[in-house]
């Protein structure tokens, strides 16, 4: 697999880890507001969890735009930074973006895919 393809599945995976990411979060907002009403507030302690999935959404489709254009310097750090709260996201129940973190940590640390980063000057 050439670096083209790596960075077009990579930059697939996470549009749709970011969609995840959106659900979850519409889904984790929804529960803390019936679990308060019906627990008389007691259920607005999950108010937090949501907050985790809406930065990892955001993250990753920041990573898609960049790589998707491959044109602006820090893709790098921006699409590492996504893959490592993607992986945070298992604490919310999202086992996709997980998988979607780890797998763009380990393309990312492959050596053919930094120097095509480097010789784009988006490193």
Not at 8 to 23: D, E, K, P, V
Request: charged share 10%; with cysteine; aromatic share 12%.
């Amino acid at each position: 697999m050439n670096n083209s393809d790596q960075f077009n599945m990579i930059r697939i995976f996470f549009l749709i880890s970011g969609i995840l990411n959106t659900a979850y979060a519409l889904g984790w907002s929804g529960y803390t507001v019936i679990g308060g009403l019906l627990s008389c507030g007691i259920g607005c302690l999950f108010g937090a969890i949501p907050v985790v999935n809406v930065i990892a959404g955001v993250m990753d489709f920041i990573a898609y735009s960049r790589l998707s254009r491959l044109d602006r310097s820090g893709t790098y750090s921006t699409v590492q930074f996504a893959s490592i709260f993607d992986i945070v996201t298992i604490l919310t129940g999202n086992i996709f973006s997980m998988v979607v973190g780890i797998v763009g940590l380990v393309m990312l640390n492959n050596d053919e895919m930094k120097n095509e980063m480097k010789n784009k000057g988006i490193y």
